[in-house]
């Protein structure tokens, strides 16, 4: 199992991004998949999850509204289109999936929001 982040970088407060991962090595349309993230000195947080459909998704209160979560099946990516970014949206962002009781995380793409 291999995922891969890409497109974190800088942006200013209200500014967009979108970051991908992308899977291999396991069947990706048949799991669901979701991405986390861990500022310094906290905690991992749970910031959205998507059914291996891409027919059903989750996000954390502190994103809902600016988050998107999306999947392409074919391509075996999952994206996460950020907008309306806050300073405190700032964090290293890991994509994440659950096979069979064990958990794979890729090693994650910073995210800094700052002006």
């Known amino acids: 199992v291999q995922l891969v982040e890409s497109g974190g970088g800088l942006v200013q407060p209200g500014g967009s991004l979108r970051l991908s991962c992308a899977a291999s090595?396991?069947?990706?349309?048949?799991?669901?998949m979701s991405w986390y993230r861990q500022a310094p000195g906290k905690e991992r947080e749970l910031v959205a999850s998507?059914?291996?459909?891409?027919?059903?998704?989750n996000y954390a209160n502190s994103v809902k509204g600016r988050f998107t979560i999306s999947r392409d099946n074919a391509k075996n990516t999952v994206l996460l289109q950020m907008n309306s970014l806050k300073p405190e949206d700032t964090a290293v962002y890991s994509c994440?999936?659950?096979?069979?009781?064990?958990?794979?995380w890729g090693q994650g793409t910073q995210v800094t929001v700052s002006s």
């Open positions: 998507i059914d291996s459909a891409g027919g059903s998704t």
């Open positions: 994440y999936v659950n096979i069979a009781l064990v958990r794979y």
């Open positions: 090595g396991f069947t990706f349309s048949s799991y669901a």
